[in-house]
DNA sequence: GTGAAAGCGCTAACAT
DNA sequence: ATGTTAGCGCTTTCAC
């Protein structure tokens, strides 16, 4: 390994000066051709280590997600690195798997390893973020609230339940079913209480808790609701998906039955990335989750930055894309 | 932030006692306890940057995939992570996004960062490994081939190609596209290999230049080649699709048409694990990637450890799910 | 504008 | 078994 020293050796210069070419101050500009040839010719690049070691941060950022195999998610993580690597930074991707231990770890390492800040969509309410933030370092929550005052950003949930419900009634259904995420998790409460105001609304004497089930944020969790769902007594007519994965396990169950949407109404909210959906059988209510991420990430970049303001948090409007094909 | 002088001197020992009380050397019981209830008091956490400074590593290991919302490669990162967090090794996930420039970055970052290892999906041919290897480090290739001579972890391409490709003759399908990934790309090419085998048995007069397509390992991709072999003079009556995201481009094509399968037979290298098809309809080759993940981490885990035996190749075998539903 | 030297927090000889 | 100390590669005062 090539080393600051072994570079000013070769261009007859001092250690100090090769770190100032690098860092960009002032040096002569002969003694700044002599660095560069020298760095080059010696295939040097700047250990980050000590560099960070030295300054106390590092250029990293750390995306703490609890599902790296939901879209949702990646999709997200893709709009990070993207805001994150135009501004030099990189980022470590860190998959929580929905555990609040895995999450404390990984938070943990984010200190020791001097990283500038996380970005953090936590795994449930539990998480604890001071070991981070008593070390100065930001900190933006995303896609879900925390009960700590930092930056965040997250969708616009009710309105998506809103959407997603009143969408299903636009196009005739009026027995419409609802699986959310896990009751403790405040997005999936949100999404479910516009559902709830849009059903009632419609029909005041609306069963709601008839109709309403609690699933885990999984394709699984979406099958099983659904098939419970469908053994009722009375089943509803069309169903609402808490998240993008629940949509995939309801539309599989409903698929496997032969009762393809439109035949049953269904509303996802959240993107189906990889499905093979007529995109007219199912409405969707997109969720800007790359933006999420970009955004995240600006504010993030800004508070390393220095930025004092107090903390904010951006929600962000979703689009829905209605199912043109009606029963 | 508190530092092993804190402790130190809190314990009343000496710095390099509280280092060894971390690092599992022989202390006495007494000063261990003594160490111990310091740290807890002060909240020491070791700082890893200072730690790789001086040990030239760091328990992280680098994983560079070319599309970071592939299913299947977030599916094998799952693996990489499951292994490496078990033998107490973090995991950088660095999306290369099929740039042979910005994989380069992130390999440069790996070493600059000190990373153990790295294990890598190539972006292309191009992608030069020798900045890691050349500081001794050890590269485990993933999924794709290099010139290199280090170890491997591969899909029996050609064997996935031959089964997806007999199940659709089997099925009675007989004008069989193939739609694969770019042609300079060593999967992409064995697995139409396997597809050329079994057509040209199955009829020596078969013009297999005239229904294989090159695409991108895209949906998009998928889509465009679906739509002009559907436009052929004489299309096909069934389709090979080369990797998860063409299979998907090509279903939501024929989808659109009304030409749901089995009316035309579809086989995809590669699972759909979002897909809200009937399982019965489309023939699925599935390609253990999770499993490539675990053991790509567990060679480089060897190799980190001082392992020096010659590099290995593991090829992986994959599982056929057959259509049921025939035509 | 440039160099000398201290120090970021840790580990590993080397002494004791 | 434990303490002392040098040094990993870098940045940054402080002199000049």
């Known amino acids: ?33 002599a660095v560069r040839e020298a760095a080059e010719l010696l295939k040097f690049t700047p ?73 953090i969509a936590p795994a449930s309410e539990k998480t604890d973020l001071t070991p981070v933030l008593s070390t100065g370092r930001p900190v933006v929550v995303v896609d879900r609230g925390t009960g700590y005052d930092v930056d965040g950003v997250v969708m616009a949930n009710r309105v998506a339940g809103v959407a997603a419900t009143q969408a299903l009634i636009d196009a005739g259904y009026r027995r419409i079913a609802y699986i959310g995420g896990p009751e403790q998790i405040d997005t999936a409460v949100e999404r479910a209480e ?30 099983e609701a659904m098939q419970e769902l469908l053994a009722l007594p009375h089943p509803p007519d069309a169903v609402v998906a808490g998240n993008n994965l629940i949509g995939v396990g309801a539309i599989q169950v409903l698929t496997e039955r032969g009762l393809t949407p439109p035949q049953i109404g269904v509303a996802v909210i959240g993107s189906l990335p990889f499905t093979t959906l007529s995109p007219t059988a ?26 004092k303001q107090p903390a904010r948090t951006v929600v962000l409007r979703n689009e829905v894309q209605v199912a043109s094909a009606l029963r």
């Open 1 to 33: 390994m090539t080393t600051i020293y072994d570079v000013a050796k070769h261009a007859g210069v001092s250690p100090a000066t090769v770190s100032r070419v690098f860092n960009g101050t002032n040096v002569s500009a002969e003694k700044v051709a």
């Open 47 to 119: 250990n980050r280590t000590a560099r960070s070691l030295r300054l106390q941060s590092s250029e990293v950022i750390a995306l703490v997600i609890p599902d790296i195999e939901n879209p949702y998610f990646t999709e997200m993580a893709r709009g990070v690195e993207d805001a994150a690597s135009e501004a030099g930074y990189s980022v470590v991707l860190c998959n929580s798997d929905s555990q609040t231990e895995k999450e404390a770890t990984y938070l943990g390492i984010a200190v020791a390893e001097h990283m500038s800040g996380v970005i």
């Open 194 to 223: 516009g559902w709830r105001s849009v059903v009632s609304a419609s029909e005041p004497a609306f069963d709601t808790d008839a109709l309403e089930r609690f699933a885990t944020f999984r394709v699984e969790g979406g099958r």
């Open 282 to 307: 199912v409405t969707v209510v997109r969720l800007p989750a790359r933006h999420m991420g970009t955004t995240a990430a600006k504010m993030l970049l800004e508070r390393i930055r220095g930025d």
